[in-house]
């Protein structure tokens, strides 16, 4: 059975971080292509950072992306948090067949 699972979301001040991080299982993970999606209220879900199956990593600004495949792990650090951070933050598996997807961890950036 097939499982992607986040955790690590929260309640955080703005210029805080966070580090997310998404477990799976049911499938080879070292195989897959792993991305961190979010989606904030009426908005379309947009990508946050990408990491190829041999660890090269695309980071879009305050956010870095690492994985673990000993833990089948992936990870996305978060810095310098905003309030326009405040969303639904999804983990993404992405193979040469299929797709899996998390159900998502809140994180909210308030003070």
């Known amino acids: 059975q097939v499982q992607v699972v986040e955790s690590g979301g929260g309640l955080v001040q703005p210029g805080g971080s966070l580090r997310l991080s998404c477990v799976a299982s049911g499938f080879i993970f070292s195989k897959y292509a792993m991305n961190w999606y979010r989606q904030a209220p009426g908005k379309e879900r947009e990508l946050v950072a990408s990491?190829?199956?041999t660890g090269g990593s695309t980071n879009y600004g305050r956010f870095t992306i690492s994985r673990d495949n000993a833990k089948n792990t992936v990870y996305l650090q978060m810095n310098n948090l905003k309030p326009e951070d405040t969303a639904v933050y999804y983990c993404?598996?992405?193979?040469?067949?299929?797709?899996?997807w998390g159900q998502g961890t809140q994180v909210t950036v308030s003070s």
């Open positions: 990491i190829t199956t």
């Open positions: 993404n598996a992405r193979g040469s067949e299929y797709i899996y």
